[in-house]
């Protein structure tokens, strides 16, 4: 165990002094609309002690949207969606990486900076979808359909990036199976595994898409039915869903797009009252820097996002645990999908406004 900040925070609650209150107080500011003060003055000395160690071993942490306001808002260094994150880890001249989101965000990283130290403070932090599929299904539905190129979704293992042509987040699905199709001149795509985004994808393109039968359990249990409840209940509300909903969710939506597409929706948008169809700390974070909008909160906790904390976070900076490793060989082959999707110069995110059915040729699944 490497030796640093001294010991390993191992109590449930370190004390608020009054140095404390002097490093925190600014952070305070940005929080106080949603953290009461007794609240804040748990989370306080976390933020102190992983913001001074931060410095000290010169680590970044990279903050999912998903992650909850005292992460996103006073320790993550950068934020984002998926695809942001990605572009960060690859730019940062910092020597280790805290990804406070789950495992595959942490292995992308990885694959990106081989040479960093990269930590995910939680190795239960998983995801349905990255565990839906393996390398070898992969392999399997390359030789069942060929010519056709891999497309996967980020939210997959390092082994299944090492089979795949090219990746996509939901922010540039739709373009990136699109310069698929055209570089392999071919007229279907293997869009794998979450068979909603890729139904989602398939109302906007002619493309054909094989998919798998992955879902996000967080947004498959939202239902047009709950979207019809919520605009009964407030009229006028603006709907905004994450493309991993079911095509009736989406349907149902006044917009679909990536976590920071909904954020920079309301952003621009300013609507008098809105409601993201996604996991729940998204609302609390757009809702933080949108004062003027009100929040209809119905929304699904991720187990798994849920599972990073600001103890364990200090705890992974003291600790240096847990480290993701990778296989070299592994690393080379995944690191080339992930920078071509990386290099495309998209022009517009992927926004989901069906225009033809949501259909796909075939949905795959281990037998
Ligand atoms: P984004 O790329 O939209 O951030 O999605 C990641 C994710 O896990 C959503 O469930
Ligand atoms: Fe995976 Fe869904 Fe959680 Fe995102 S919200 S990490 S897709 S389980």
Redesign the pocket.
């Known amino acids: 165990m490497a030796d640093f900040g001294g010991e390993p925070t191992t109590q449930t609650s370190l004390p608020y002094t009054d140095v404390v209150k002097a490093k925190t107080d600014h952070l305070y500011e940005k929080v106080a609309a949603f953290i009461p003060e007794f609240e804040w003055r748990l989370h306080a000395p976390y933020i102190a002690a992983i913001n001074d160690l931060k410095k000290q071993i010169n680590a970044v942490i990279l903050a999912?949207?998903?992650m909850t306001p005292e992460i996103f808002n006073c320790v993550g260094d950068f934020a984002?969606?998926?695809?942001?994150?990605a572009k960060e880890a690859a730019k940062t001249d910092a020597d280790i990486i805290v990804q406070a989101?789950?495992h595959?965000?942490a292995e992308t990283s990885k694959i990106l900076c081989p040479d960093k130290t990269v930590l995910i403070p939680d190795m239960e932090a998983g995801?349905s979808?990255a565990a839906s599929l393996t390398g070898a299904d992969v392999r399997l539905l390359k030789q069942r359909y060929p010519g056709a190129p891999v497309v996967t979704y980020?939210?997959t293992t390092a082994d299944v990036k090492a089979e795949t042509d090219i990746c996509c987040?939901?922010?540039n699905a739709v373009e990136v199976v699109e310069h698929a199709a055209r570089e392999f001149n071919s007229d279907t795509v293997i869009l794998i595994p979450d068979q909603y985004l890729a139904k989602n994808v398939a109302a906007m393109t002619d493309i054909k898409i094989v998919t798998w039968a992955g879902a996000?359990e967080?947004?498959e249990r939202f239902t047009a039915d709950d979207i019809r409840e919520i605009r009964d209940g407030n009229p006028g509300v603006i709907v905004l869903a994450?493309?991993?909903c079911p095509p009736d969710v989406i349907a149902e939506a006044d917009f679909a797009?990536?976590?920071?597409?909904?954020s920079n929706y309301v952003k621009v948008n300013q609507p008098e009252h809105v409601v993201l169809i996604?996991?729940c700390s998204m609302s609390d974070n757009v809702a933080l820097e949108n004062p003027n909008v009100k929040f209809v909160r119905p929304c699904n906790l991720?187990p798994y996002?849920k599972r990073i904390t600001l103890p364990k976070i200090l705890r992974s900076l003291q600790t240096m645990e847990h480290e993701v490793i990778i296989d070299a060989e592994i690393i080379e082959k995944a690191r080339a999908p992930i920078e071509r999707m990386m290099a495309l110069p998209l022009t517009r995110q992927s926004m989901y406004a069906h225009e033809r059915p949501p259909e796909v040729m075939a949905i795959e699944t281990r037998v």
């Open positions: 999912h949207n998903y984002g969606d998926s695809l942001q994150l989101g789950v595959f965000m995801c979808l980020v939210n987040t939901s922010s996000c967080v947004h994450h493309p991993e797009g990536s976590t920071s597409g909904m996604t996991e991720c996002m």
